[in-house]
């Protein structure tokens, strides 16, 4: 995907340059070039950064990361094709620009959940999309009903902001054992329902997903760990999924698993999955690929510098800190890195473009903003 950053105000599909960003990762100008790439500008710059001693990540550009340290089971489906037809609901159709949230990595941390929660609920948004490891040791029925207590804002279960019901999740590696019972929890397609999304399909249930809201397809994909642990049958089944919303019109497709394709922080270099850049690079509409895991927050634009036989680009963002012990992100391998911080990211499509707004807890102004254009 070609991409583009220009310059602008919040949440108007700019990219502004960022009050003092984290300790570690200055806004450092970039400029990606790649077969099909229109230039791209990173406007946040650091006041103290000169430009001395930049860090150049593999495609030999500017990176904008460097930290200052290191630091009742229901059963699973076979395996059919998408469901392309029948909406989970007749909602009417949803605004031609909307926002979700994106999120993910709470393990023991609720209460910084139920804070990030009451930030989120400000925003209004119809969705999230929360990017594995809810809690910490599988699933269990009271870890479990401790994560929606503090998704819905508070840990006492007292009260409910309503956020649970219009969250979609997956699975990361500390949710990885009991899937029948992580099944039984769900109803993703009530979920779908209650915020007017379309043509929601399952090939696993309640476990790898898609469903269709604006102009955008949104897939979730059972991997509990690094992307490595994507089956066969999944890569077809997002194969024909994508296809499948694509012959329906969408312009952006976004897919979210927990272990990203191009690590980058703790689990750095050793996770990859050839055959997703196979499907990729078939399908135009991939905009953005959304992960959990390296409990940091960061951006990695994906080109043949990343993945030589990758044709197609597309964004790499990783929303990995909802409440997760911290992690830093390894010199070289991101575009930009928010590490050492819980929060979220804020996404609002609007036609061909979408624009990502990163958040941190207690902040209501985002300290980085950029925009994607399709060309």
Request: proline share 5%.
């Amino acid at each position: 995907m070609s991409s583009r950053l220009v310059l602008g105000s919040s949440l108007t599909l700019v990219l502004l340059a960022a009050a003092a960003l984290l300790g570690g990762c200055p806004g450092d100008a970039a400029q990606h070039e790649g077969p099909d790439a229109d230039q791209v500008v990173d406007g946040s710059v650091d006041a103290e950064d000169s430009g001395a001693g930049r860090d150049t990540g593999p495609a030999g550009r500017a990176d904008a990361a460097q930290p200052a340290k290191d630091a009742g089971a229901r059963p699973d489906a076979a395996t059919p094709a998408p469901d392309a037809g029948t909406p989970a609901a007749d909602a009417g159709t949803p605004a031609a620009s909307f926002q979700f949230v994106v999120w993910g990595d709470t393990k023991t941390g609720t209460n910084t959940l139920a804070a990030l929660s009451k930030q989120v609920k400000v925003l209004n948004v119809p969705f999230t999309l929360f990017g594995g490891d809810l809690e910490t040791a599988g699933f269990t029925q009271a870890g479990m009903n401790a994560w929606k207590n503090a998704i819905d804002g508070d840990t006492s279960g007292a009260t409910s902001n309503g956020l649970f019901d219009t969250v979609f999740p997956v699975r990361g590696n500390h949710d990885s054992s009991n899937a029948s019972g992580w099944q039984a929890y769900w109803d993703l397609r009530s979920h779908a329902t209650s915020v007017g999304a379309t043509h929601y399909s399952e090939q696993t249930a309640e476990r790898t997903w898609s469903f269709d809201y604006g102009n955008a397809h949104f897939v979730g994909v059972d991997v509990p760990g690094d992307v490595t642990l994507m089956t066969a049958a999944e890569v077809t089944w997002i194969d024909q999924d994508l296809t499948a919303a694509e012959a329906r019109g969408v312009t952006h497709s976004f897919l979210m698993w927990h272990g990203p394709l191009w690590t980058i922080a703790e689990h750095c270099c050793t996770a990859t999955k050839p055959q997703v850049i196979d499907v990729f690079n078939k399908h135009p509409s991939v905009s953005a690929t959304f992960h959990g895991h390296e409990h940091v927050h960061a951006w990695v634009h994906m080109n043949q510098a990343r993945y030589s036989n990758l044709t197609h680009e597309f964004e790499e963002l990783v929303a990995a800190r909802a409440g997760a012990e911290p992690a830093t992100c390894r010199s070289g391998r991101t575009d930009y890195c928010q590490d050492q911080q819980n929060g979220f990211l804020l996404v609002e499509v609007d036609g061909r473009s979408f624009s990502v707004s990163f958040f941190e807890q207690g902040n209501t102004t985002p300290v980085k903003q950029m925009t994607f254009t399709k060309p």
